[in-house]
């Protein structure tokens, strides 16, 4: 599996198809995620990202497998741009043994060291300090390796948001700390919880560089988090990224987002991710219409072969539940 | 008497107590326009407005001590934490302030706020969403703890909640949200803090147990063979109803605790260790708890059905103590139990 | 004593030789705790704020009795100026019942409600989100009434800060968010904790005003004061006031200060904030050389007085240990 | 051995992990520069430098979200809470993050990470730092628990615990950190966590305690006129060595546990409550539990001592259990206690 896992990513770091590739992957399996619940086929809830896969592949592509990953439960994407196959994060989602973690975490509950991702979190900000303690290990040990945060627009308003960049900040330490705004916290937009703009401007606060980034363009979040990542693999400290995105689904699966303003879906689909980045390889001629049309009915057909992998899978059974508790 | 869901009877004790009282203020995350992820505060902005119902940022510390501040002065807070585990984020509020304020200003303060969450397992929330935690409360003088097991003392014990001066913790069981009853409304339907209910009676064991585990006791009890239980919804954690628990200790010589938690640090424990040190002589049998086993909650169905003490296993633990006089042993100790 | 206690108020509030003369009384109270140490009247810890006091009158003169104020555990000189007693100050820090709460708190938990002073916090941070509930309930209530945090330098990188003042942004409340940035969090000096120079710097992440202010001026204080505190009852919602000021003791009482740099009291004392108020006054002619003589012996006696009948006071009696735990 | 303080021990058994381990780090408020508010650190600055031994911000949850990072990728951080109540503010990070990452990891994580906290009274903090708070982390499963009793056990514990691949929160009874005694240094010094210590042996009862309340026991039943006890030192609480008390208990027949904490939500409930489960039988006397009361810790020098447990108290207690057979009342219930 890890070396499965690991092709994954050095595809997405190496090839810009590959990213074009793994974002229409993640995007055929979220979309088939509410299916499942209306087939019995999960229960409790999930956090789907799509619309927001620009983020997942281009941080991914910028990070090294030995770089630390402290990821939210809206991690299905984050997990496969990392390598983590629609196996290991359907399988976690469905609770079954082929998930990432064996299937007793559930949706929230994804981890793939053998590429950085550590467990994810469901606690809203608690990855932040988390990932300064991963560039500790990075800046102690004197390896060039970062640590990277994702947390939403709404983490940014939690002490843990707070004490967490300050502290990377003070101790000068390898990280990245990437805001995903996806414009809602929950079913809160963004202007009802939190009293200016740009989350990035921030970063003044704590003397280091906040840099806000169109994160509908996979190319750009690239770029940035390669240069943030660079500066502080050679040593200037952390940075805080924002990515404006949008997620195209409601916060949870109960939720149908009836508070959304009317067009507003609409408007940022003009710049769907995967179209528009689709568009340009084609442009570049770095892929056909026809390679297009060809990569959305393959990963269809490859997504739904994993998905009734893990239907046909077990669930744990109860030994399960003792296990990894003390060690 | 009308008959509603548990999460319909929290939103109209609440909004009943908001029109008794200009004071009450409700606020916490999506619980104002989207009117509570769980819809307890369904209809309260329509009603109150936004000056007292409020949406607030993702910071429990934040709003937690903006209602320590706000009761402080005068208002009487109902604040939501979604799932309980987010106090992890925000207990020096409740705790470390809150509870001792009146203490700590002479008793010219006191601190009327209300702390709502949502606890327990069984929807599928995974290990961090699906906890109860009154271990993080229980020992904090100063700090009442209500739990609730159903519609109607939803509705009578979040009133009475909010009528009290002091900091009240009310934990509510999100896997009974849904469940239907019939509730007394309005004054009469208040129920006082600090005291147990008694939804069945019987003679030979007392079954204490709160929140969710009172839907587990009835079940084993209303099937049981050949025993009848007291079976005791504590109602009130902090202070728990002592005399209520000893007087039917005391007749039935039996005491099980059935508790959502795990084994470890769960207030059953506190329930055993004052009732052996009042009653030891009245004792037919050791007294059992019955308990999570000391592990995370774990995702998928079964498995979280199968952590949870269910109504066959506390039958069939209260039967052998019955037949043997002795503590059988917890399921996941008996041979077989993990394969 | 609520009248007393008001009465020291207004004078703070209405007139300067009064502050002068406050200062006075808090230097001297606080020069004598650390010697009721030695003679074993005193246990425990204490934190006194000699070289700060100008923040405390300036602060005071600037509010009203019916404001809220959230103060810490370095909280006799603010609690005198706000109006309460050298005997209802030193009684609580040598546990009596004269003390403001009866003796049953210490040195770090003083409370009088008739002037606004809630129970002072031990914790770092906290008082700053209850003063945004405070103003809360302000706004609810439709008063001019303001909240006011007072917490310190340290303070400003806890998350209580971040959420306390963010909500209170969003939510427009009247409060003043008053940081006290005497150098130092605990032994530590600021530059080693907080990797800006002005905390006052974060009101941008907040959307408010921020402003950084001579700390050991009164006037300057109470000007800054009050009007962030008319901004606030306006409706304008709060403001971040970073007072810059300087401790002459140590963080605690078995603090000696080994780590300060030579010099560096000595170039604060300069700009003592009592002397040169004091100069200030007589200059304007509102005070002689002679009356500031006669306000340093009379009110030394006063404290002395004050802390003789301290010691005589009774303790506490072990009924006290049940009181107001459960109402 | 060595003759050293408490405090002065736990800076020596960092030390040594340090000499033996690159991957022990250090941090936490003033722990560096200053050697620590109780100088537990002292030394490790100028040995280890400031890459290893760093200073924070006051910022518990964030310097304990970095020590859960560091942990999880290699590191084996110490942290230090310098008063107990402070993980208030943060314990999200060991409970529902550090407890967890093992079984949220499919066990491919390990974060042995410690949290070193100052607890108790005694010493006059006043009522927000004087608590020890160990239910606040009891029932967490994935995390354990030490408390520390005198130079010897805290050297070879913070030893252990360092060493542990488990998150491991470890108490120390700051009014301890001046005590001397002989202490084994060196890796024969290491005691393994989850084993109890029985600092002193008898037949009438069986005392179990832990942190401050050992010295009381051994103070308590050195001085006993007429009976003696087994006193069990528990060292590690979670888990807790039920054999050795287990074993004990079927020995002499009596229980009481010593607690500093509040009766309500302590320790000792949960150590009663797993005996009389299991040895019902061997019981002669219920099990008691001394306990401070279920109030604040007041200030004040001799109302803190009154609040406490004594030896003195544990003498009377014990006394009129073996006595008479029956519980004898708290000294809060007895007549005239509180004038
Ligand atoms: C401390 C905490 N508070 C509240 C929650 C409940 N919650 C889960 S996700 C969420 C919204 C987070 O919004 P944002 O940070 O913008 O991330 P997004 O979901 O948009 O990716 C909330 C409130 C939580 N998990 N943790
Ligand atoms: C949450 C918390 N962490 C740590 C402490 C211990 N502590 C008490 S005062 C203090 C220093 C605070 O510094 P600052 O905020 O600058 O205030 P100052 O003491 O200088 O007035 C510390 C670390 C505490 N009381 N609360
Ligand atoms: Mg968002
Ligand atoms: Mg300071």
Request: some cysteine.
């Amino acid at each position: 599996m890890s070396s499965e896992v690991l092709a994954r990513r050095e595809a997405v770091r190496s090839d810009r198809r590959a990213r074009y590739e793994r974002m229409v992957e993640i995007r055929a399996l979220e979309d088939k995620v509410r299916g499942l619940f209306a087939e019995g086929l999960v229960h409790g809830t999930t956090h789907t990202c799509q619309g927001q896969e620009a983020v997942a592949v281009g941080v991914a592509a910028a990070l090294r497998p030995s770089d630390a990953v402290c990821c939210t439960y809206r991690g299905h994407g984050h997990a496969m741009a990392l390598g983590l196959t629609p196996l290991q994060v359907c399988g976690e989602i469905m609770g079954r043994t082929v998930g990432s973690i064996g299937g007793v975490g559930g949706s929230m509950h994804l981890c793939d060291m053998s590429v950085g991702l550590l467990p994810t979190f469901a606690i809203v900000g608690a990855g932040v300090p988390v990932a300064a303690g991963a560039a500790l290990t990075a800046q102690v040990r004197g390896t060039d390796d970062v640590a990277v945060a994702l947390f939403g627009d709404g983490a940014a308003n939690i002490g843990a948001f707070h004490e967490g960049i300050n502290l990377a900040a003070i101790w000068n330490l390898p990280a990245v700390f990437i805001c995903e705004n996806n414009q809602y916290g929950e079913y809160s937009p963004i202007a009802t919880t939190t009293p200016i703009a740009n989350i990035a401007d921030r970063a003044g606060g704590y003397g280091i560089p906040g840099e806000v980034v169109d994160g509908q363009d996979a190319d750009l979040v690239f770029a940035a988090v390669e240069s943030a990542a660079a500066r502080a693999r050679s040593g200037d400290g952390p940075s805080l990224l924002e990515m404006k995105t949008y997620r195209y689904a409601g916060h949870s699966r109960s939720d149908t987002a009836p508070y959304r303003p009317e067009g507003e879906f609409e408007e940022w689909y003009q710049r769907d991710p995967i179209n528009s980045f689709g568009a340009r390889l084609v442009a570049e001629g770095l892929l056909t219409e026809g390679d297009i049309d060809e990569i959305a009915v393959s990963t269809a057909a490859r997504v739904d072969a994993a998905v009734e992998e893990c239907a046909a899978a077990a669930a744990p059974g109860v030994a399960s539940m003792f296990e990894n508790v003390l060690v | 008497m009308a008959r509603m869901r548990m999460n319909q009877a929290i939103a109209a004790a609440i909004a009943d107590e908001m029109r008794a009282n200009p004071d009450v203020v409700v606020f916490g995350e999506d619980v104002a326009v989207a009117e509570g992820p769980f819809k307890t505060s369904a209809g309260l902005l329509a009603e109150f407005g936004p000056l007292r119902v409020r949406d607030t940022p993702i910071a429990e510390m934040g709003f937690m001590g903006a209602a320590v501040g706000a009761a402080a002065t005068g208002l009487r807070p109902v604040t939501e934490i979604m799932f309980v585990e987010f106090l992890g984020v925000a207990l020096d509020q409740l705790v470390t302030e809150a509870a001792k304020f009146n203490y700590l200003s002479g008793g010219t303060v006191t601190v009327p706020m209300v702390m709502r969450a949502s606890v327990g397992a069984g929807l599928g929330f995974g290990c961090q969403h699906s906890q109860v935690m009154e271990s993080w409360m229980v020992g904090s003088p100063g700090l009442k703890i209500v739990m609730v097991s159903g519609p109607h003392n939803a509705y009578g014990l979040t009133r009475a909640a909010i009528r009290d001066d002091n900091p009240v913790a009310v934990l509510e069981p999100r896997a009974l949200y849904a469940t239907r009853g019939e509730v007394t409304v309005g004054v009469e339907g208040i129920i006082p803090l600090g005291r147990a209910a008694r939804p069945a009676s019987g003679d030979d064991i007392t079954l204490v147990c709160g929140g969710s585990t009172v839907r587990t006791c009835l079940a084993a009890s209303g099937d049981a063979d050949g025993w009848t239980a007291d079976v005791i919804d504590l109602q009130t954690l902090q202070p728990w109803d002592a005399e209520t628990v000893l007087n039917s200790v005391r007749r039935t010589g039996r005491l099980a605790t059935v508790e959502e938690c795990p084994y470890s640090g769960g207030w059953g424990a506190d329930i055993v260790s004052t009732v052996v040190a009042e009653a030891f002589g009245d004792l037919q049998a050791p007294p059992i708890r019955l308990t999570a086993p000391d592990v995370h909650v774990p995702f998928g169905k079964e498995l979280e059905q199968r952590y949870l003490p269910s109504a066959e296993y506390v039958a069939t633990q209260v039967g052998e103590l019955l037949a043997t006089g002795e503590a059988p042993a917890h399921w996941w100790e008996r041979d077989g139990a993990l394969v």
